[in-house]
């Protein structure tokens, strides 16, 4: 009897150190409004000046929508089928034929210099903003900050909001005209502010780096991004194939990349059932997430668009719109 109820004395007091665990952690959760002091006190203690914090967080709040938006993301919600049926209508490849012809000698001129096919940057920009038509209505500074003060992925986006700060404070953007994406993505190329430091360019020389309404910045900047993150100029992104019944499909990973040859000899073939190319490109297989069994061997240049956003549906759609343009 005294042995079951030590027991269940020891079950109780470890049920109550866990309760105090969780009320504790719940604790070290300011209020929003501490929060926001303590927040604006880091990013004067960074060099921000005063009356750029002061007016960034002027209007702040916490936006519960954000948070919504953030736990519904593509991957999750749609089906493979359903991602790229609205992210690629045939109106759009029409208006991505137009707009490479408009601006096609701008695109060459930036392709050239950055090594990047022009229909890349391109459907970057279609798949982003449509072209420029939707570059999202979110005060960036308030986004972020919603995202900093959530817990998912705190650390990361309160970095990106002390980036967006410096932006501020070297007045390439007004905090008024600083709107974005849900996320904090900005302007046509949909840059998060980090990327913005490190990959936006001023390719028009007016001394600023504007991706919301220069297109030469636009193009040369997203050019700029691919480029440094390991764009190949003589290769495409992958293509559909089709493997053989028996395949071992434990190699569908990306983590596993063998040359065109070696896919070959295993079976996989064209999606219509023709050879794989003679040029020995290395390549890794994908099947998306939410898909019926499509299968795409893939390259580099897929590898770098993931750079860009860490999604097999947004490369997908880039990649198909790149090849839908150019035809």
């Keep these: 009897m005294h042995k079951i109820s030590s027991w269940i004395i020891k079950i109780a007091t470890a ?46 709040k916490f936006k519960a929508k954000i948070i919504s938006y953030d736990r519904k993301q593509p991957e999750v919600t749609q089906t493979f089928k359903q991602y790229m049926a609205n992210r690629l209508p045939k109106s759009l490849v029409n208006q991505g034929k137009a707009r490479m012809r408009d601006h096609g000698a701008l695109l060459t001129e930036v392709g050239n210099l950055y090594g990047v096919q022009p229909r890349f940057i391109v459907a ?7 072209f420029g ?13 919603t995202l900093a003060y959530d817990n998912r992925r705190a650390e990361y986006f309160r970095g990106e909001l002390m980036i967006a700060l410096r932006i501020l404070d070297e007045k390439h953007i007004t905090v008024k005209n600083m709107k974005g994406s849900w996320a904090g993505a900005m302007g046509q190329a949909q840059f998060m502010p ?14 600023k780096r504007d991706i919301w309404k ?7 900047s997203a050019a700029n991004y691919l480029s440094k993150s390991g764009w190949k100029s003589d290769q495409t992104w992958g293509r559909e194939v089709k493997l053989p019944a028996d395949f071992d499909t434990s190699l569908v990973s990306l983590k596993i990349t063998h040359s065109m040859s070696y896919w070959q000899n295993l079976g996989v073939r064209k999606l219509g059932g023709a050879d794989l190319p003679s040029r020995q490109l290395m390549g890794s297989l994908v099947q998306p997430k939410g898909g019926n069994g499509q299968t795409y061997l893939v390259y580099n240049n897929y590898k770098t668009i993931l750079k860009w956003n860490r999604s097999t549906y947004f490369a997908m759609s880039v990649g198909q719109l790149a090849d839908k343009i150019s035809r």
């Design 214 to 220: 220069t297109k030469a910045d636009v193009f040369a």
């Design 15 to 60: 049920g109550l150190l866990i309760t105090g665990l969780a009320t504790n952690a719940v604790a070290e959760k300011k209020e929003f409004g501490l929060w926001l002091l303590d927040l604006k006190a880091e990013a004067l203690g960074k060099g921000i000046s005063r009356p750029i914090v002061d007016e960034a967080f002027a209007n702040v």
């Design 194 to 207: 980090s990327s913005f430091i490190n990959f936006s360019v001023d390719h028009n020389g007016d001394g």
């Design 124 to 130: 970057l920009w279609g798949v982003e903003t449509r």
């Design 133 to 145: 038509k939707y570059t999202g209505g979110f005060n960036v500074v308030e986004a972020l900050t």
